[in-house]
């Protein structure tokens, strides 16, 4: 391998890109399962903001337009679900999997006629600086403004949660619904915000794989994406930053592999690509280890049905 | 819990569907691998099954079945609900056909890129898609500025192994200083996975990118990078029209029309078959013009030559990494030794993954 220092950099560069949707499917969701909703359908709603993205960039040829497209259709699937879970009263675990399977299906049948079309060149920032500048320069410049956003989202979250009053409402709406209603507060709306807010995110993650990270739409294209972001959520204790980090080391070791494999290090091809997966979750563990924050950081109502007494 | 749901779901659609009318018309069933949208392996499948249908014959399609378990269960289904001949159109459906084949005597299975015939119902059929590579080999080492080839491969199986040996033979040929690097995905069809490997693989100095897997992610990336690529199965030229060189195309078409007529009328015969440019079941897309009159007129040479039988993609003398001989000064290897190919040859670097 070579180890020139701007080669390093390419390499934390192409990492962090590789990342990004992980991060905002995985923010997304954070804060729905922090209002105490278990939205089990993110693969779902990607892979409708991937379809929507992309057909919107191909319908209208407008980038802008196609991202906020993708968002809004993350956030419209996402409300059949909230619709369910929250009026209906439906199971959580059910319909966020039936959310999934519809997601995937709907996105196959709408994407029919999208198969196989180039996508569009989207702008990526301050492309001379990355040239210039050795080893930092591909780390911080020449990237799509999702990803800065992706990447200043996580502070932004756990800002909100902490510091804000609405992030405090969101968070006493997942610890316990019912004290939350009793001082007067609408967890239903409460808990929809929360979802669209999610799906919307979701939409975001998907449209920055069919735009942005391979410009096209192919079939299942998230393949499973949604679901480590769900783990993400989880091994990261509900912890902004802590996904964040999960997030970057997933991405990390997914690409390192490869170039320990590009490379020819004579360790078995199984065992690197499962490499991901266990490091993830072990660093997950170990740095959640404090069973105080988890307890303060669990939504301990996540997944159960709110009744409201009348 | 997610894959169990869609399993039941699938089964009971399957029942739905063709329980209803079983032991009615001659029907053509096919499993495919990966979604007919793939722009490569799956969607030449589909387009060969267009053709029989085109001839009026009923066809049934199964799409994105992965290898394993779930695959023996749709293989038994449409054996089950009246199809008479089924394709199953992936190297891992080779055992569940089998299996399946010899509980339904009646029923014809044709399996691609296998090797066993375990009951006289079921006939194999493969490309000689290692011909293609022998072509893509010879750009390659032609092309090569960094004398760096990458090459994203799928499962460590023959047929892949095949293609690696094949490239790196025709490529050393015309450019002994050429590496060969490979990265395993262990997966056909995962777009996001697959971009990745083609850029580690450019990170890593490689300037021409090969793929065995099927979507049309690691061309568009190569064309990103501004390096040379190959598209596969399908002519994948419209994705990266700067990149690619050309495309190996497999076309079944004629193969599955033959086969599903000689069903209908009672003629089917259990057989295996490998063809390959010589027959048209290989063929190559248009080569690009960056590489340059000369080069172009050295490949369609060659591509007769394979073609005709002049020349051979496996002409010895091959050793092995070892350097123990493969196969001897003027000879050519075998169908046997190719299809059972489970070794790299001098000059590709690494392990095969067990």
């Known amino acids: ?310 | 819990m997610y894959k169990l749901f869609l399993r039941s779901l699938i089964s009971v659609l399957f029942l739905l569907g063709f329980g209803l009318n079983a032991n009615a018309e001659f029907k053509v069933g096919f499993v495919y691998v990966g979604p007919t949208g793939d722009h490569g392996w799956t969607y030449q499948h589909h387009e060969g099954r267009n053709a029989v249908e085109a001839l009026g014959i009923k066809t049934t399609y199964v799409e994105s079945v992965p290898e394993g378990a779930d695959a023996e269960r749709v293989i038994r289904q449409l054996a089950q609900s009246g199809h008479d001949l089924i394709f199953t159109t992936s190297f891992g459906y080779m055992d569940p056909t089998n299996k399946v084949a010899k509980d339904f005597p009646n029923v014809k299975f044709e399996h691609a890129t296998g090797y066993k015939r375990e009951h006289s119902n079921v006939s194999t059929y493969s490309a000689r898609f290692y011909e293609g590579r022998t072509l893509l080999g010879h750009m390659a080492g032609k092309m090569t500025k960094t004398n760096t080839i990458g090459y994203i491969a799928s499962f460590p199986i023959p047929e892949v192994i095949r293609g690696i040996n094949a490239m790196t033979l025709a490529a050393q040929k015309v450019n002994p200083n050429i590496k060969t690097k490979i990265v395993w995905v262990f997966t056909w069809y995962d777009p996001g996975k697959e971009s990745e490997a083609a850029q580690a693989l450019i990170d890593q100095g490689a300037d021409i990118i090969m793929q065995h897997t099927d979507s049309t992610a690691p061309v568009q990336v190569a064309e990103k990078a501004g390096v040379w690529s190959f598209g596969q199965a399908s002519d994948m030229q419209r994705f990266a029209p700067k990149s690619i060189l050309t495309s190996i195309i497999d076309d079944w078409a004629p193969y599955y029309v033959e086969r599903s007529i000689a069903a209908r009328d009672g003629t089917w015969k259990q057989q295996d078959t490998w063809h390959g440019l010589k027959e048209g079941m290989v063929a190559m897309a248009p080569y690009n013009s960056a590489m340059g009159g000369d080069l172009i007129k050295e490949v369609e040479q060659l591509q007769k030559d394979l073609a005709s039988g002049k020349a051979h993609s496996f002409t010895g003398p091959i050793y092995d990494q070892k350097g123990n001989i493969l196969v001897a000064e003027g000879a050519v290897a075998d169908d046997g030794m190719l299809a059972g190919m489970n070794v790299y040859v001098k000059g590709v670097e690494g392990d095969i993954p067990q």
């Open chain 1, 1 to 310: 391998m070579s180890f020139d220092l701007n080669f390093i950099g390419i390499l934390i560069g192409a990492i962090m890109a590789s990342s990004v949707p992980l991060i905002l499917a995985a923010s997304g969701e954070l804060i729905t399962e922090r209002s105490g909703v278990l939205n089990l359908g993110v693969e779902g709603m990607m892979i409708i903001g991937a379809i929507s993205g992309f057909a919107l960039m191909v319908v209208t040829d407008n980038l802008f337009l196609a991202v906020i497209g993708s968002m809004l259709s993350g956030l419209i699937i996402s409300l059949i679900f909230g619709l369910l879970t929250q009026s209906l009263l439906t199971n959580h675990v059910a319909t966020g999997l039936a959310l999934t399977i519809f997601g995937i299906g709907m996105s196959a049948m709408i994407g029919k006629n999208f198969v196989g079309i180039p996508g569009k060149e989207f702008p990526l920032l301050f492309l001379n600086l990355k040239e210039s500048i050795p080893f930092l320069g591909p780390i911080f410049f020449g990237h799509s403004i999702i990803l800065y956003f992706a990447f200043v989202l996580p502070f932004l979250t756990n800002y909100f949660l902490k510091k804000t009053k609405t992030g405090l409402i969101i968070r006493a709406v997942g610890d316990s619904p019912t004290s939350a209603s009793n001082q007067g507060i609408n967890v239903t709306l409460v808990r929809y915000s929360c979802i669209l807010y999610g799906g919307a995110m979701c939409g975001l993650a998907g449209a920055y794989l069919s735009l942005i990270y391979t410009p096209q739409w192919i079939e299942n294209m998230t393949g499973g994406r949604g679901w480590i972001a769900l783990a993400l959520v989880v091994f990261a204790t509900w912890s902004p930053i802590k996904v964040l980090i999960g997030a970057l080391i997933f991405g990390g070791i997914t690409i390192l592999q490869l170039h320990m494999q590009a490379v020819g290090l004579r360790i078995p091809v199984q065992l690197l690509s499962a490499l991901p997966y266990i490091m993830t979750i072990i660093v997950l563990v170990v740095i959640s280890r404090d069973s105080r924050k988890i307890k303060l950081n669990t939504p301990t109502s996540l997944g159960q049905i709110f009744y409201k007494e009348k």
